[in-house]
């Protein structure tokens, strides 16, 4: 076999063709890299009880639906088993990302409540419009202003005649018959604060009692045994800026808990008014008290500049107008991977990728002692790098370090292959003295064997990877199958014909 016939080889022609085929997918598309490269944020969210698959896909798509309004880029929701799903965010900051933790639990329950009655719920917005943002000197205030049903509206306006100045309450997903816990100083606040501009009306305890059945204590150092005794027949226990070893105590008994602790900057009031959902409470106008049905309102807050203003605004919004999940969601943990850091991963996998090659090639030199195997087995394994990433381009899949892991695993089952490959073809011994044992064909046919069984066994193994698994395995386990697919299929019968003319008819 001369260069020429070498050249114009089927399997060497294939091997070329999917070469220049990855470079031009490469230019055109580009690398999509995973949140651990390119930075950004992943949540896993955990189901309040397992569902079935329909259920599930119910929750994925409302979930889609909310953070693709966010206007958030490259969000992926993957579902893991029958009770969690993880959500992946690439490309964030870091204020972006808790906007996005926060969309995720909001449960989207939304209730408005007049001195402990439920009027309107979420099934009674009509419409919500664009948010709104006025500066209000050193702070910034927010409004979402929305449309409720006329059903609802005419309900208020008999509930609200003659009030001006009571309190109207609105909820995102208050703990519905829970045992709300508080300090002493908070209990107090319940009882006098939140009254609007009306000291008659009726205290915030009250009020969440008769709608949501939600029954505050103040916490005075009470023995777990009395806490237990009245969280009986509730849901949930929600403590509030209380001691942390009473949540401890509570869960080891079995009691679901919701612990809140301020934030910086997070007055008491504040705090309360997170834990139960509360938005307001609004001094009712006098031109609401008239009896007269009104369809639009808002809710407002405040925020120290207009960047956070817009983003709890937008979360709002969201929220309202995608409607409740079919089933509560948890967020079990979070991770956030700065973009800066990502860059730094970048640079570190191409000269690790290069390092890799370089130390592949002298090992093999190092071994047979000759450059006409050194040089193609490089080749080949800088070509099987090529193809993966271009076809990975091709079809938009996130690389990650496990999938660059996947990528390198493959590389090394390859030139394990080609190991093989080489060692038939030179006939070694035991004593590594080179013995023409039969032809090379059936040389060829032997370590042919030997790859297909070695291939089969690692794509079954990583399709139950891929097939059961999210996340870091199912990257690791695409990325090593298509390697090893194309190592078969591809690069390893090109390497046998350029190993053929360079070592069998060389000998």
């Not at 260069?3 to 997918?25: D, E, M, P, Y």
């Not at 934030?263 to 705090?271: A, R």
């Not at 938005?279 to 207009?306: E, F, H, K």
Request: hydrophobic share 45%; net charge neutral; aromatic share 10%.
């Amino acid at each position: 076999m001369n260069w020429k016939k070498l050249l114009f080889n089927w399997r060497v022609l294939l091997l070329t063709i999917f070469i220049i085929g990855s470079i031009a997918s490469l230019l055109t598309y580009g690398l999509t890299f995973g949140l651990d490269i390119s930075g950004g944020t992943a949540i896993t969210v955990k189901l309040e009880h397992p569902v079935d698959q329909n259920t599930m896909e119910q929750v994925k798509v409302s979930l889609e639906k909310r953070l693709n309004q966010l206007g958030v880029k490259d969000i992926k929701v993957e579902p893991w088993g029958d009770q969690y799903i993880i959500v992946k965010v690439a490309g964030v900051t870091e204020e972006e990302a808790r906007s996005v933790k926060e969309t995720i639990e909001r449960q989207g329950v939304f209730y408005a409540e007049f001195e402990g009655v439920i009027f309107a719920t979420g099934e009674d917005i009509v419409q919500v419009f664009p948010i709104q943002i006025e500066p209000k000197g050193t702070y910034y205030e927010w409004s979402v202003p929305f449309r409720i049903s006329k059903q609802a509206a005419e309900k208020f306006a008999q509930l609200a005649k003659d009030k001006a100045g009571y309190p109207v309450d609105m909820f995102l997903d208050p703990p519905v018959n829970s045992l709300f816990v508080v300090p002493q100083e908070g209990y107090n606040l319940m009882i006098t604060d939140f009254k609007g501009e009306a000291p008659d009306a009726m205290p915030l305890t009250e009020r969440i009692k008769k709608a949501f059945n939600i029954d505050t204590i103040a916490y005075t150092n009470q023995s777990i045994d009395e806490i237990v005794n009245l969280a009986k027949d509730k849901k949930l226990v929600v403590l509030v800026s209380v001691d942390k070893n009473l949540r401890d105590q509570l869960e080891a008994k079995g009691i679901t808990v919701r612990y809140f602790e301020p934030q910086q900057g997070e007055d008491l009031k504040s705090l309360i008014t997170r834990a139960l959902g509360l938005y307001g409470p609004y001094s009712l106008g006098s031109g609401l008290a008239q009896g007269i049905p009104q369809t639009d309102v808002r809710i407002t807050g405040t925020a120290p500049n207009q960047y956070i203003a817009q983003q709890e605004a937008q979360v709002i919004a969201v929220v309202l107008s995608s409607g409740s999940l079919p089933v509560k969601v948890y967020v079990e943990g979070s991770q956030y991977i700065s973009p800066e850091l990502g860059e730094n991963f970048k640079r570190q996998v191409l000269i690790a990728g290069i390092a890799a090659l370089i130390v592949v090639g002298l090992v093999i030199w190092f071994h047979y002692r000759k450059l006409r195997i050194a040089i193609p087995v490089t080749f080949t394994s800088l070509s099987e790098v090529i193809i993966i990433l271009g076809i990975a381009a091709l079809i938009k899949w996130n690389l990650d370090l496990p999938s660059i892991a996947g990528i390198i695993a493959a590389i090394g089952t390859g030139v394990d292959q080609q190991i093989v490959i080489t060692d038939e073809l030179l006939g070694r011994s035991k004593r590594e003295k080179i013995v023409k044992r039969s032809s090379i064909l059936k040389r060829m046919g032997r370590a042919f064997f030997v790859i297909l069984a070695s291939a089969t066994t690692t794509v079954v193994a990583m399709s139950f990877l891929f097939k059961f698994f999210v996340g870091g395995l199912r990257g690791f386990a695409f990325t090593t199958i298509l390697g090893v697919i194309i190592g078969i299929s591809i690069t390893r019968p090109a390497y046998a014909e350029i190993a053929k003319f360079l070592i069998g008819e060389k000998r």
